[in-house]
């Protein structure tokens, strides 16, 4: 996501700081910002859009100070514009700080600052965390660190540095990743070994809950508390190619791997427990004029096409609207039928797709309310539609999205609690979806330990020409969305449809060369579909399963199974897609296929 790097030391910072935001650009960000400790004053440079504008903003015979953070920004809270960049300050400038992560408690300190006098010029939650540490300071920046992410909830990588102490450097960590690299007379921070590795190879892998202190020459880590804390220097010894992908072959991969906090980071601050409910502030709308909906449209293309028919399903079974999921290239021309009590939700990754954004328009045109779901803060999408939620799935760089369906569908789920609640969905039925969106990230993470089992797979159905997916009820969108994986990055033809309309054509297709994987948790329709699997076994196909664990029917009748956890069925999709997104990158891999980048797609799609 987002990027630091700090530096403290002998040589002139700025340009550090520069060469390793530059290795960082991969992470995806949208603005990007520098403070340099220089004469007893911070000098401050931000700018909206890539590093190049940056630089053009700095002075031609450059920042001369030694001490200085940098951040590329990969927008959350507000804009990605000038403001809103990275570094903030305090009211008087005496402190910057650099942040990753999200402030959950911004909203209550903000008040509490105001009243204080503190002076905002930022929508971020960033800023609060400037402010407060000023206000605590003394006459030491680690212990008015220490004590304002005392009062903090929320989760941070986090770099400070002051005009009061113009050597030192600090930095902490909670939930978001950050090192120490450790070099001679100087010393740097970093989101990512990536920015530094060209210095030193010399690192210290800061934990959750710890802060460190850093001058040109020492450094020593504490805890909230203020208690040392001895660690490990390790040395980095992969290239820096490698490093950029988080040691993972392909971005892909570590796409896949990143699932469990990303959907952590959809359902941040959004779920209510007791209320059984889900908050969603960016949709902008009141109960009254929620409940004036009558009929809901979901419109996407490719994968977030996918995730918009699962909201389809939930937002029918669970809030009782009706719904409907149109391809956003066909709804733009053919004269739909929606008016002010329509909600036009559009669904997409990049929030720049050309025919959604479209489809978003016309239904405008026609007086319909539009709603985005979007992972890219500040796209043209988020920008157009009358409110809407982010998913902040964080960047997604692989072509073929996973992380970002997965999350698309839990903000589907959100959105439905939301509906579902102010109509037929009762406190006891929104607590229990509550408690299950809750135990998902865990639940993924246990479907990602079966990696292994899936690639070694993966060696057989690599030869396949062709495969079919089959699924119904809500895991009927799930097999479509397997089939686009495996066709997309490993090129091999492959159809997803549901179950039982297999019957209809493509049961002709079967025999012993065609391996057909059933996406078959144990959900309401799991009857149903066991007797579509002894049809597909009947004529001898190679079948592989992804069912609920303990499950034996299936498991009897597949050749290979992968198991997930017990869910709500609405929720089974997060989980049953995994297996199906390892497989179809594990098959890619084994085919030699340029998994990242397949031939003849384009990852943001803004032509017609
Ligand atoms: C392209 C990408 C797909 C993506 C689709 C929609 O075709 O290759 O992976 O699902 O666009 O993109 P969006 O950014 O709108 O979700």
């Given at each position: 996501m987002c990027g630091i790097v700090g530096y403290t030391g002998h040589r002139a910072a700025a340009p550090l700081i520069m060469d390793g935001l530059k290795r960082l650009e991969y992470r995806g960000y949208d603005s990007a910002g520098l403070a340099v400790v220089l004469d007893?004053?911070?000098?401050?440079?931000?700018?909206?859009?890539?590093?190049?504008?940056?630089?053009?903003?700095?002075?031609?015979?450059?920042?001369?100070?030694?001490?200085?953070?940098?951040?590329?920004?990969?927008?959350?809270?507000?804009?990605?514009?000038?403001?809103?960049?990275?570094?903030?300050?305090?009211?008087?400038?005496?402190?910057?700080?650099?942040?990753?992560?999200?402030?959950?408690?911004?909203?209550?300190?903000?008040?509490?600052?105001?009243?204080?006098?503190?002076?905002?010029?930022?929508?971020?939650?960033?800023?609060?965390?400037?402010?407060?540490?000023?206000?605590?300071?003394?006459?030491?920046?680690?212990?008015?660190?220490?004590?304002?992410?005392?009062?903090?909830?929320?989760?941070?990588?986090?770099?400070?540095?002051?005009?009061?102490?113009?050597?030192?450097?600090?930095?902490?960590?909670?939930?978001?990743?950050?090192?120490?690299?450790?070099?001679?007379?100087?010393?740097?921070?970093?989101?990512?070994?990536?920015?530094?590795?060209?210095?030193?190879?010399?690192?210290?892998?800061?934990?959750?809950?710890?802060?460190?202190?850093?001058?040109?020459?020492?450094?020593?880590?504490?805890?909230?508390?203020?208690?040392?804390?001895?660690?490990?220097?390790?040395?980095?010894?992969?290239?820096?190619?490698?490093?950029?992908?988080?040691?993972?072959?392909?971005?892909?991969?570590?796409?896949?791997?990143?699932?469990?906090?990303?959907?952590?980071?959809?359902?941040?601050?959004?779920?209510?427990?007791?209320?059984?409910?889900?908050?969603?502030?960016?949709?902008?709308?009141?109960?009254?004029?929620?409940?004036?909906?009558?009929?809901?449209?979901?419109?996407?293309?490719?994968?977030?096409?996918?995730?918009?028919?699962?909201?389809?399903?939930?937002?029918?079974?669970?809030?009782?609207?009706?719904?409907?999921?149109?391809?956003?290239?066909?709804?733009?021309?053919?004269?739909?039928?929606?008016?002010?009590?329509t909600l036009v939700i559009g669904l997409s990754q990049s929030g720049e797709t050309a025919d959604t954004l479209a489809a978003l328009r016309e239904a405008k045109k026609r007086g319909a309310r539009t709603l985005g779901i979007v992972n890219s803060v500040g796209s043209t999408i988020a920008r157009e539609v009358d409110g809407g939620t982010y998913i902040h799935a964080g960047p997604e760089i692989g072509v073929a999205s996973t992380k970002a369906f997965t999350c698309q569908v839990v903000a589907l789920a959100l959105l439905t609690l939301r509906l579902g609640r102010l109509r037929t969905m009762s406190l006891l039925q929104g607590r229990k979806m509550v408690k299950a969106l809750r135990r998902l990230p865990q639940q993924v993470r246990q479907v990602l330990g079966h990696s292994k089992e899936i690639e070694k797979l993966a060696d057989t159905y690599a030869l396949a020409q062709n495969a079919l997916f089959l699924g119904r009820g809500y895991n009927f969108p799930v097999a479509l969305e397997g089939a686009l994986k495996l066709k997309e990055i490993s090129y091999i033809h492959a159809e997803g449809y549901p179950a039982a309309e297999m019957k209809h054509g493509p049961i002709a297709l079967i025999d012993e060369m065609m391996p057909v994987i059933c996406v078959a948790p144990s959900d309401a329709v799991y009857q149903k579909i066991v007797s579509n699997v002894q049809e597909v076994k009947a004529r001898r196909a190679r079948i592989f399963a992804v069912v609920t664990e303990g499950e034996e029917e299936i498991t009897s009748l597949a050749d290979q199974t992968v198991t997930i956890p017990k869910t709500i069925d609405c929720l089974t999709p997060v989980l049953s897609v995994i297996p199906l997104q390892l497989l179809a990158y594990h098959v890619a891999v084994r085919r030699g296929c340029d998994v990242d980048q397949p031939r003849n797609l384009a990852k943001s799609v803004t032509v017609e």
């Open positions: 007893g004053r911070l000098e401050i440079d931000k700018a909206a859009g890539k590093l190049a504008v940056l630089a053009s903003r700095l002075p031609t015979d450059g920042h001369t100070g030694t001490l200085a953070l940098g951040h590329t920004r990969w927008a959350t809270h507000g804009a990605p514009n000038d403001v809103n960049a990275h570094p903030h300050t305090d009211t008087d400038g005496t402190i910057a700080v650099v942040h990753n992560g999200i402030i959950e408690n911004a909203a209550a300190l903000r008040a509490w600052l105001s009243e204080r006098g503190c002076r905002f010029r930022s929508e971020t939650d960033t800023e609060v965390l400037a402010h407060l540490i000023s206000e605590l300071y003394t006459d030491s920046l680690e212990a008015a660190v220490a004590e304002a992410l005392r009062r903090v909830e929320g989760t941070y990588g986090l770099g400070v540095i002051s005009t009061h102490e113009p050597n030192t450097l600090v930095a902490a960590r909670l939930g978001s990743p950050l090192l120490l690299a450790l070099g001679d007379g100087e010393n740097f921070i970093a989101s990512d070994a990536a920015a530094v590795v060209e210095h030193t190879r010399s690192v210290v892998y800061l934990d959750d809950g710890e802060v460190a202190v850093l001058t040109p020459d020492n450094y020593h880590i504490v805890d909230l508390d203020k208690t040392r804390v001895e660690k490990t220097v390790s040395v980095v010894d992969w290239d820096l190619e490698t490093i950029e992908r988080g040691g993972h072959a392909h971005f892909m991969i570590k796409e896949i791997l990143e699932q469990p906090e990303a959907i952590t980071n959809t359902m941040r601050g959004r779920l209510l427990e007791e209320e059984g409910t889900a908050r969603l502030g960016g949709i902008d709308m009141t109960d009254e004029q929620l409940l004036e909906i009558d009929r809901v449209v979901l419109t996407a293309c490719g994968t977030s096409w996918h995730a918009a028919l699962i909201g389809e399903y939930m937002l029918e079974e669970l809030a009782r609207i009706p719904a409907e999921v149109e391809y956003a290239s066909e709804f733009r021309y053919r004269e739909p039928l929606v008016d002010s009590r």
